[in-house]
Nanobody, 116 residues
Framework: QVQLVESGGGLVQPGGSLRLSCVAS????????MKWYRQAPGKEREWVAG????????NYANSVKGRFIISRDNAKKTLYLQMNSLKPEDTAVYYC?????????WGQGTQVTVSS
């Protein structure tokens, strides 16, 4: 079955960096666009970044543009989110996402906390 498993979250000081990973299984990873979302406490889940297939075209929410980089390694079936210059408002649970066989798939999420 389709699985998305995130990792790499943690506690980081403002201005710091983290790299999130999402390992995919159960589908042909290279054929699908992938996205990162996040959900802060008391807020709705919001889209953060997306990356398309082999061509690697990317796009970002305005709130993270210039600080976050989404990438993928199709051989490893892994999606990444490099997060730099982190701010307290980036604190959230981060989820990877894809629409596979017409079904929206989510991972379990990884917590990112930005605090001094």
């Amino acid at each position: 079955q389709v699985q998305l498993v995130e990792s790499g979250g943690g506690l980081v000081q403002p201005g710091g960096s983290l790299r999130l990973s999402c390992v995919a299984s159960g589908f042909t990873f290279s054929n699908y666009a992938m996205k990162w979302y996040r959900q802060a406490p008391g807020k709705e889940r919001e889209w953060v970044a997306g990356i398309y297939t082999a061509g690697g075209s990317t796009n970002y929410a305005n709130s993270v543009k210039g600080r976050f980089i989404i990438s993928r390694d199709n051989a490893k079936k892994t999606l990444y989110l490099q997060m730099n210059s982190l701010k307290p408002e980036d604190t959230a649970v981060y989820y990877c996402n894809a629409v596979i066989f017409g079904v929206i798939q989510w991972g379990q999420g990884t917590q990112v906390t930005v605090s001094s």
